[in-house]
């Protein structure tokens, strides 16, 4: 009885694992893709990058799946051999990337928990270990009663809803460095000095967010370093937490203030050759409303702007295409998909602040726009920031208490 006891305990503490870590991914299929295709690259097999998002999905939706198996009892053998091959592939996964050591987040619980390499591995030390005395010899796993089936059933087909929800608008729970709330770093500016003195900076990167460091304090193995500024140097130089949203205009010069001071709408197209031609008239419709709103308009884009004039000229009319590549700026994919995880998503800042998020399904219209306009910012930034988080916080309550009491 005692053993019997245990091998589910340590099976529902595996299945509670997988379901967070999948459900974590899950809010977030843009981040996920980014880290299988930082796998890819590490592998040496980045010309499958574009299958990225694809794996990213289907090993989140098997996670989460699986947890749900493993904790409510159904499907047991099914469960236990398939969780005994990811866990497996995981543990050598994340030996690999402790002796390599690469720049890289290893991913197990998407952007909302960051583990080193080595912490990966023990975790999925752990788990196996767990695996082996919930699920060894592999037989006898018992049957559960039928309505855990009808449990299993209902957040099997609850968390394939939240994937989908979570493909066509943003994650409800904002992880990234972008998150709302969050000043520009060219909006935070540095306290004004009075001495001519030059000193080194270093400026590094982690998760998308980018830091400045002195020679005297300089970050863990974890950040990436990026480029070496050299600054007047100030009494109290200091780290900086803001993100940096750096674009350029045609001629390469940085315009990164023009999001930084009133209130700005910045439209982000991350894949400009994977926006339709309905999505490209909404995109400008909206800059349109925007404009007549008060809002200054930026449309920020990855790759080239011959690349970005083409997609823009075969999509729209002459007239709308000229009008909007006038807004249009480059910068880099990583920072944009930060910014906004939806390919032609909108983002309101105020002064710098980032306020609130749009997925390029449900752009404002011009009612909403005006009414944004002349409300609070703060107001405006807490209310759609709370209403995410009471979003997520209900699904997982929800999915959680079925798994635990029912």
């Given at each position: 009885m005692f053993k019997?006891?245990?091998?589910?305990?340590?099976?529902?503490?595996?299945?509670?694992?997988?379901?967070?870590?999948?459900?974590?991914?899950?809010?977030?299929?843009?981040?996920?893709a980014l880290i299988v295709r930082e796998y890819l690259n590490?592998?040496?097999?980045?010309f499958l990058s574009g299958?990225?998002?694809?794996?990213?999905?289907?090993?989140a939706l098997l996670e989460t799946l699986c947890g749900v198996c493993l904790v409510t009892g159904v499907f047991r053998k099914v469960a236990a051999w398939t969780v005994s091959i990811l866990l497996g592939g995981f543990t050598l996964l994340t030996l690999v990337l402790w002796i390599a050591n690469p720049e890289m987040d290893c991913g197990c619980f998407g952007e909302a928990i960051h583990l080193t390499h080595f912490q990966s591995f023990a975790k999925n030390m752990v788990l196996c270990i767990l695996a082996v005395i919930a699920f060894w010899p592999f037989k006898d796993f018992g049957s559960p009663s039928r309505k855990?089936?009808?449990?299993?059933?209902?957040i099997g087909a609850s968390s394939i809803g939240f994937a989908i929800y979570s493909l066509i608008s943003i994650p409800m729970l904002e992880l990234t460095p972008f998150s709302l709330s969050s000043r520009l770093s060219a909006a935070a500016g540095l306290p004004e000095t009075t001495t001519d003195e030059y000193i080194s900076t270093f400026i590094y990167e982690k998760n998308g967010k980018q830091g400045v460091f002195t020679l005297n304090k300089l970050p863990d193995s974890?950040?990436?370093?990026?480029?070496?500024?050299?600054?007047?140097?100030?009494?109290?130089?200091?780290?900086t937490d803001f993100p940096e949203l750096s674009f350029t205009d045609r001629e390469g010069e940085y315009r990164d203030t023009l999001a930084a001071a009133g209130n700005v709408i910045v439209f982000s197209v991350t894949r400009p050759d994977r926006i339709r031609e309905r999505r490209w008239r909404s995109v400008a419709e909206a800059a349109g409303k925007a404009s007549e709103a008060g809002f200054d308009v930026l449309v920020l884009m990855s790759g080239s702007f011959d690349g970005m004039e083409a997609a823009m000229r075969k999509n729209l009319p002459a007239e709308v295409a000229g009008a909007?590549?006038?807004q249009c700026y480059m910068a880099d994919y990583r920072t944009l998909i930060s910014l906004n995880r939806s390919n032609g998503g909108a983002v309101y800042f105020n002064d710098g602040n980032i306020i609130q998020k749009w997925a390029a399904t449900s752009l404002p219209d011009g009612k909403e726009l005006n009414?944004?306009?002349?409300?609070?910012?703060?107001?405006?930034?807490?209310?759609?920031?709370?209403?995410?988080?009471?979003?997520?916080?209900?699904?997982?309550?929800?999915t959680l208490s079925l798994l635990l009491l029912i």
């Open positions: 019997d006891v245990t091998k589910r305990l340590c099976a529902k503490i595996i299945g509670f694992v997988f379901f967070i870590a999948g459900t974590l991914k899950l809010m977030d299929p843009a981040g996920s590490f592998f040496h097999v980045g299958t990225a998002g694809v794996i990213g999905e289907v090993f855990k089936y009808v449990t299993a059933a209902v974890t950040w990436t370093f990026v480029e070496t500024r050299t600054v007047k140097k100030e009494d109290n130089i200091r780290e909007l590549l006038e009414g944004i306009i002349r409300r609070n910012s703060t107001e405006v930034m807490l209310k759609a920031d709370s209403r995410g988080r009471l979003a997520f916080q209900t699904y997982m309550l929800y």
